[in-house]
């Protein structure tokens, strides 16, 4: 298996258009559902994903993993909304957000890293991008070892089931798993969790 880096530090790294484009695969759709989500007109949607990926390339190198984790889905959170705020105030309106409520407060509340938005934007960023880390490693292994990481650790059957199943030891359903989960959190050091 190939040793990984993780998402951050490849981007740190790389030429601006291979992280503009790692970043757009990436990115863009979590940023484009939760506003289309949260009220913001279609119109808006694809302008405020492209300034806040802008953004995010463009101060990347200002950016601190500081020993917390999920450090960088904060960050992108606070660059969303402000950018969502620099949107609408370029526009002179603010959007109606879903059920009738003030939009402004759903940006108040995407940057309070204490409220129920900004919970729910933290659950949703993980699993998006561990979806995406997972079809990113998947490569790195056999097709019996990630059969059992995925019956195992996803599908939540038993150590036992998956080896009768795949015709291997119970140990060798938990090293496949622990290998592949190795794997996601090298690559995803910094962005979950």
Sequence with gaps: METSTSFLESLQHASDEVAWSRLVDLYSPLIQGWLRRSGAASSDVDDVVQDVLAVVVRRFPEFRREPRTGAFRGWLRAITANCLRDHWR?????????????????????????????????????????????????????????S???????????????????????????????????????????LIG
């Excluded at 879903?98 to 890293?113: A, E, I, K, N, S």
């Excluded at 359903?173 to 050091?189: C, D, P, Y």
Aim: proline share 4%; charged share 30%.
């Design 90 to 146: 370029k526009k002179n309106r603010q959007p109606p957000a879903v059920g009738g409520t003030d939009f402004g407060g759903v940006v108040d509340q995407l940057q309070d890293p204490h409220s129920d938005l900004s919970r729910q934007w933290d659950r949703e960023h993980d699993e998006h991008v561990t979806q995406y880390l997972l079809k990113q490693i998947r490569p790195n292994f056999s097709k019996k070892t990630w």
């Design 148 to 190: 059992a990481f995925q019956r195992f650790a996803i599908e939540g059957c038993t150590a036992d089931e998956v080896a009768t199943e795949l015709d291997m030891s119970a140990n060798a359903v938990f090293i496949a798993k622990s290998r592949v989960m190795a794997s996601l959190r090298e690559q995803g050091r910094g």
